[in-house]
């Protein structure tokens, strides 16, 4: 039995100059066929159906590119966290029983972003204030 990972990936244009979106699907399966056409032709139609799968979505207007908002009044700017602070934020969310969307709505309404959006200050504030158990409160 082999294994395959099968990946389509698009940019679009979005709003703002020399702006795009990237969207993408990653498909695993199992091919148990041994001669080399029959994988090829089962690699063929995956990769089809992962391709078709993104363009219908786009088509759809699920994926449409979406204009990044402007930073809200006050937010700081500066160098995005770390995917290590982001990791560990998201780990100590779920060590206090902190849902993902939870988290994710009191990042927005303190910093007016997600947590993929937050600056390395931001991120350090968010760990201590869930490290002590406090819950995120908005912004003064």
């Known amino acids: 039995m082999l294994k395959a990972i099968v990946s389509y990936s698009k940019k679009v244009p979005a709003e703002g100059q020399f702006s795009s979106q990237g969207y993408s699907l990653s498909l695993e399966t199992e091919i148990s ?12 139609d995956t990769f089809d159906l992962v391709k078709q799968t993104v363009e219908n979505e786009l088509a759809n207007g699920n994926g449409q590119a979406k204009p990044v908002p402007a930073p809200a009044a006050g937010r700081q700017t500066g160098e995005k966290a770390s995917n290590k602070q982001v990791k560990y934020i998201t780990d100590l969310a779920a060590g206090r029983e902190i849902s993902l969307s939870d988290l994710n709505a009191g990042i927005q309404k303190r910093y007016g972003g997600g947590l993929y959006d937050l600056t390395k200050k931001q991120a350090s504030e968010v760990v201590e204030e869930l490290k002590v158990g406090k819950p995120l409160r908005q912004a003064a």
């Open 33 to 44: 066929e041994n001669e080399p056409g029959k994988i090829q032709a089962k690699l063929h």
